[in-house]
């Protein structure tokens, strides 16, 4: 090989070595990483967009549990003596309680019942409704009505609850 050749190959063989690895290495992987961050970015973007509704879902469920489990307890309770007793623990002076069946759907009954009193601290029917709601049971009051009030405070009227039952 004569002097010039070798000079051109002794400088060149770096530069191809150079090209080659740019050109099958480098920038393949260059491009590569770029995809990856977006696909990053954009899964990102995703996750934050529907974080907010997982948070619902949880929330969600967590009530709907709650609810299911009010349901359950409902089939193993006699619901006018729980009331008599909530009832008399908050000083309510019952003059009637009244259960009946409204109907029933996907496995839930649905009994109305009311509950007229006499003479009773607004303030312990107040609590009494309070209770009844928040007891382990699915009892939603739906109607209110105060009839009387006489001159020392004392109440008289009807409250008309909801109660749900799982009947299977």
């Not at 051109?8 to 099958?24: C, D, H, K, R």
């Not at 995703?46 to 907010?52: G, Y």
């Amino acid at each position: 090989m004569d002097e010039r050749l070798k000079n051109y190959v002794i400088f060149a063989t770096p530069f191809i070595f150079v090209f080659l690895y740019l050109t099958v290495v480098y920038f393949p992987l260059k491009n590569s990483i770029e995809k990856l961050a977006t696909k990053k970015e954009k899964i990102y973007r995703d996750f934050q967009e529907i974080e907010p509704k997982l948070r619902e879902i949880k929330a969600f469920n967590k009530s709907f549990l709650e609810i299911e489990k009010k349901l359950k307890n409902g089939k193993r309770i006699d619901i006018v003596s729980f009331i008599k007793v909530k009832a008399q623990k908050f000083g309510v002076n019952v003059k009637d309680l009244k259960v009946s069946v409204s109907d029933e759907k996907d496995n839930v009954e649905r009994k109305t019942v009311a509950l007229s009193f006499y003479e009773t601290p607004f303030k312990s029917v107040k609590k009494l409704i309070w209770k009844l709601e928040n007891s382990p049971y699915y009892l939603k009051a739906v109607f209110f009505q105060v009839s009387d009030m006489d001159e020392n405070g004392l109440v008289s009227g009807k409250v008309v609850f909801n109660f749900y039952e799982e009947t299977r």
